[in-house]
């Protein structure tokens, strides 16, 4: 660091931070500097290495975050890592590369944000990967044909961004992608069309930001970061904890951000580095809202209470947070079906083997992260019953609605169970056991059937905990608090029932076998399924919304061009800026999320 003065200070060089970091300081006019609380995790094995991204819980790499009880999932509480090293939660994740769906862009549109939709979305959306072709084999066998178009130039997808990203080949995926797909088809459920091209429904082989060749993992750290490090004009420093944003008054009801008060670790201790032209929050879901509260932007009630003077008022920064909460069952398979479970009980042998084989030839299980193949679905007991689908149409139109933002889920919803072009829920398969309802491991080997709910109606809040900037946010999702969470998600975790009693995958699991927990024999009780949603539920870590981008009077934190409202040269850049959550995993709309802010900048500066 040469000087204290840059033109513009990134908090958090997480997946968002170093996207902006790249593009951004590729003017050599512009000065950045990137502060980063947790350090270089690049060459760490548990980041590098695809399967091995759940070893990163509670490590140094890991806020390790927790809920607070979760009143509607029987008091649990609910355990959220995210990413404190660079490229953030992107070096931590399991890696699957999802899109969202048009309906999912155009719904944030209708919040008041202009030009916010698939249109301008999807040159980013497609533009910040490179997918490499699919192996001949792979191709026919996890029926990739509806990527072909993505080939007509050559080996890679013709929009070309730099992370790279790849299908698993078929010994990583074993028999069990396939099964997956056909068992869809033959439940009535065929891919509708390519999932990337705004509404699909039906099971594919997603792709995963894996390295091809190397078989390592691809975050913002490597594919933003490393490329444009020796840049004069670009700081990173990590260890380094922001604690509020610095802001000056200009006008009566009117603030600018300066820069920011941070401390670093081993380093000189509480440092004011200052902002010529904008500070840029990417500091995550949880992390983002909790630094403006420190900065005195938010609830004055919830501000007071901690003795923080408050600068701009705005009620709704760190509400609106939403996640997709998951159940799965596991089925007993056959004897000597080929799953992970010896390596999720530490089984040195297996260990051992699984290393030797991706070190020697990068094959085996920790060349993924195992959660490879997908499929969106509506409900299927609507499909077949319109009258109860009706009768679920009305509720949700009567449903209350405490949060602005709450009426648009509501529509998000209902046009979706009306139209079923698109699927309410995710489902993937993961071939071993797993332990999300409370209970120990069984012994045997297990597939594990798992769905999430797309786009639930609850939500909830974080907010700041005390005014030390060392304590962890409040985080309280209120899961299930909207009842007819609890009544979808009851018909979608039934429904595995049925994907697990058809073939070719019914095939795979032994008849009468055993179950990961004693609730988990649903049959066709929807009572019972409801129990198990309450029993089961956990986080599928794509929490979002709670900076949201939205009209201020609507729910809003920032514009249409992501600036906080109330503050000049302020923006939040990252997940929390979703207003509403999409079908997808998250990362592939941070990412474009980042790109166009990027654009956005550049275009105001
Ligand atoms: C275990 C797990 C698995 C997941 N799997 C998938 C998946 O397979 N596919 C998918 O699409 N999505 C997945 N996600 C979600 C996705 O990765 C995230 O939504 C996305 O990466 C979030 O990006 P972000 O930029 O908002 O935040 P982050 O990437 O978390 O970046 C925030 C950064 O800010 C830093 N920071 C925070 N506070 C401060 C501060 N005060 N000072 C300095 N620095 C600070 C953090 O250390 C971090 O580096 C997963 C998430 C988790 C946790």
């Known amino acids: 660091m040469e000087d204290t003065r840059y033109d513009f200070i990134i908090v958090g060089g997480g997946t968002a931070g170093l996207v902006l970091a790249n593009r951004l ?18 060459e760490d094995p548990r980041v590098a290495v695809p399967g091995l991204f759940r070893t990163n819980a509670n490590t140094e790499n890991d806020w390790a975050f927790t809920t607070t009880p979760q009143t509607n999932l029987n008091g649990r509480v609910i355990n959220h890592m995210q990413g404190k090293l660079l490229g953030g939660t992107s070096s931590i994740n399991a890696q699957a590369l999802i899109p969202p769906s048009a309906s999912d862009l155009n719904a944030w549109e ?115 970061y490393h490329p444009v490090k020796g840049r004069k004009n670009l700081y990173v420093l990590t260890a380094c904890t922001v604690e509020k944003v610095l802001l000056e008054q200009n006008g009566a009801d009117c603030y600018n951000a300066t820069g920011v008060q941070c401390v670093q670790l081993g380093g000189k201790g509480r440092m004011i580095i200052n902002a010529k032209k904008e500070v840029i929050l990417c500091a995550g879901v949880f992390q983002s809202p909790k630094l403006l509260e420190l900065s005195g932007i938010g609830n004055p009630d919830i501000l007071g209470g901690h003795g923080i003077d408050v600068k701009v008022a705005n009620p709704y920064v760190g509400t609106n947070l939403q996640d997709h909460l998951m159940h799965s069952i596991s089925f007993e398979t056959r004897d000597g079906f080929p799953t992970r479970d010896s390596l999720l009980r530490r089984d040195p042998a297996a260990i051992q083997a699984a290393m030797g084989a991706y070190k020697a030839h990068k ?55 009306q139209d079923q072009r698109e699927g309410t829920a995710q489902y993937f398969p993961y071939a071993a056991q797993a332990t999300l309802a409370q209970g120990s491991m069984q012994p045997g080997n297990f597939i594990t059937f798992v769905v999430s709910l797309s786009h639930p109606l609850s939500s909830g809040t974080v907010h700041i905990s005390s005014a030390d900037p060392s304590v962890k946010p409040t985080i309280d999702h209120q899961y299930l608090s909207h009842p007819l969470d609890v009544e979808l998600q009851a018909r979608h975790v039934r429904y595995i029932e049925k994907i697990a009693a058809t073939e070719p995958l019914s095939t795979l699991l032994k ?75 998250t990362q592939s709309m941070v990412y474009a999320i980042a790109e166009r802010a990027a654009d956005i900048i550049r275009n105001s500066n």
Request: some cysteine.
């Open 511 to 585: 008849p009468k076998g055993l179950r990961n927990h004693p609730a988990a024999f649903i049959g066709n009780d929807l009572e019972k399924a409801k129990e198990y949603v309450r029993l089961a539920g956990t986080t599928n870590w794509h929490s979002v919304g709670t900076c949201a981008m939205a009209l201020r009077e609507s729910g809003g934190v920032v514009d249409p061009e992501l600036r906080v409202y109330g503050v000049g040269n302020l923006r939040v850049v990252d997940a929390s800026v979703m207003p509403l959550i999409p079908q997808s995993n």
């Open 25 to 42: 300081s590729n003017d050599e006019n512009v000065s950045m500097l990137v502060l980063e609380a947790g350090g270089n995790g690049d």
């Open 110 to 224: 209708k919040l008041g944000n202009t030009n916010w939709n698939w249109e301008t979305m999807e040159p980013y959306l497609k533009g910040f990967f490179t997918l490499s072709k699919p192996e001949e084999d792979a191709s026919k066998r996890l029926d990739l044909a509806w990527s072909k178009d993505s080939w007509s130039k050559g080996d890679v997808s013709h929009l070309g961004g730099p992370v790279k990203a790849s299908f698993a080949d078929v010994q990583e995926e074993g028999p069990l992608g396939t099964a997956w797909i056909q068992t869809f088809n033959n439940l009535g459920y065929p891919l509708t069309q390519n999932p990337f091209d705004g509404a699909s429904t039906g099971p594919y082989s997603g792709a995963s930001t894996i390295d091809p060749v190397t078989r390592t993992r691809i975050s913002s750290s490597n594919a933003y």
């Open 363 to 417: 094959l085996g299980p920790f060349c993924s992260s195992a959660v490879t193949s997908f499929a969106f679905l509506p409900v299927d007991d609507f499909k077949n019953n319109l009258q109860q689908r009706d009768l679920f149409l009305d509720q949700v139109s009567r449903s209350n609605t405490k949060h602005p933002i709450d009426h648009h889920r509501v529509s998000v919803l209902k046009s979706l169970i």
